[in-house]
């Protein structure tokens, strides 16, 4: 390290020791280490500032928390922010939980499983990758259709422009194919494999352990935002491949809902 960056940073380090803990905090919590296992530990945030909430054990309950105090400095937040936003476990555990339930239920998984599916945006790649296709097809079946027409005695020499475009179509196509990689859309058939994956998903939710409805938890990615206004929630959960040998992610597919709390 040289003296200029040695001097930079006891410089930034005294200045951080002279503003107190205020000065050193950052727009987002770190972690912190603990030997417990709360259920919703990086699952819910506050919406009026966007950070993840923590969880604030108490005598009567488990709540998450969201404390003022810890903005930054000069945050925009700290305007609408409440001195500290407390929500308690139960009342969430059991609205998620009684939505999670009625979406993976037997007679409801279908349509949950279709609704996952139909959630995926391939925006305008995969609307022109599906167009391309189509021409593709539509020339290789007008091709097909001139050759069966020679085949049975037509002049070759009528159908030459006709043929000619045709090629062309077909050539331009298959171009703009192999330029564009196929949208990387989840099928039925992988969404159906994901929530067997879950296993029983309603036994984990009765379970009285925590450790296997928090591992559910995972697996649906869950995430909620808390508005503390409305009393009420976003809930989400996405399913998705996991990320394959050469580094990238599969698709994915999400469904949302907003729960009131009590």
Same mark, same amino acid.
């Given at each position: 390290?040289?003296?200029?960056?040695?001097?930079?940073?006891?410089?930034?380090?005294?200045?951080?020791?002279?503003?107190?803990?205020?000065?050193?905090?950052?727009?987002?919590?770190?972690?912190?280490?603990?030997?417990?296992?709360?259920?919703?530990?990086?699952?819910?945030?506050?919406?009026?500032?966007?950070?993840?909430?923590?969880?604030?054990?108490?005598?009567?309950?488990?709540?998450?928390?969201?404390?003022?105090?810890?903005?930054?400095?000069?945050?925009?937040?700290?305007?609408?922010?409440?001195?500290?936003?407390?929500?308690?476990?139960?009342?969430?555990?059991?609205?998620?939980?009684?939505?999670?339930?009625?979406?993976?239920?037997?007679?409801?998984?279908?349509?949950?499983?279709?609704?996952?599916?139909?959630?995926?945006?391939?925006?305008?790649?995969? *609307?022109? %990758? &599906?167009? /391309?296709?189509?021409?593709?097809?539509?020339?290789?079946?007008?091709? #097909? +259709?001139?050759?069966? @027409?020679?085949?049975?005695?037509?002049?070759?020499?009528?159908?030459?422009?006709?043929?000619?475009?045709?090629?062309?179509?077909?050539?331009?196509?298959?171009?703009?194919?192999?330029?564009a990689p196929?949208?990387?859309?989840?099928?039925?058939?992988?969404?159906?494999?994901?929530?067997?994956?879950?296993?029983?998903?309603?036994?984990?939710?009765?379970?009285?352990?925590?450790?296997?409805?928090?591992?559910?938890?995972?697996?649906?990615?869950?995430? *909620?935002? %808390? &508005?503390? /206004?409305?009393?009420?929630?976003?809930?989400?959960?996405?399913?998705? #491949? +996991?990320?394959?040998? @050469?580094?990238?992610?599969?698709?994915?597919?999400?469904?949302?809902?907003?729960l009131r709390?009590?």
């Amino acid at each position: 390290m040289s003296v200029e960056d040695f001097t930079q940073a006891q410089l930034i380090r005294r200045s951080k020791a002279a503003g107190g803990l205020k000065a050193a905090r950052k727009t987002e919590r770190s972690g912190r280490r603990t030997t417990r296992a709360y259920l919703f530990r990086g699952r819910i945030r506050c919406t009026v500032c966007g950070r993840k909430m923590e969880a604030s054990p108490r005598a009567h309950g488990m709540y998450y928390r969201c404390p003022a105090r810890t903005l930054a400095p000069g945050s925009p937040a700290l305007a609408s922010h409440p001195p500290a936003v407390y929500l308690r476990e139960d009342p969430v555990r059991d609205a998620v939980n009684s939505w999670i339930g009625h979406l993976f239920d037997r007679t409801n998984v279908d349509r949950a499983i279709a609704a996952l599916v139909a959630s995926q945006d391939g925006g305008a790649e995969s *609307v022109g %990758y &599906e167009a /391309a296709k189509k021409r593709l097809a539509d020339a290789e079946a007008r091709l #097909r +259709r001139f050759q069966a @027409a020679i085949a049975s005695g037509v002049d070759p020499a009528a159908l030459v422009d006709v043929i000619n475009e045709a090629q062309a179509q077909r050539a331009a196509a298959r171009a703009e194919l192999d330029g564009a990689p196929a949208p990387n859309l989840l099928t039925d058939a992988e969404v159906y494999a994901m929530v067997d994956s879950l296993g029983d998903v309603g036994a984990a939710l009765a379970d009285v352990k925590e450790e296997r409805l928090a591992d559910l938890y995972t697996a649906i990615d869950l995430q *909620v935002r %808390y &508005e503390p /206004a409305e009393d009420a929630a976003e809930v989400g959960i996405r399913l998705g #491949r +996991r990320v394959n040998s @050469a580094g990238v992610r599969g698709g994915s597919c999400a469904l949302t809902t907003r729960l009131r709390l009590h």
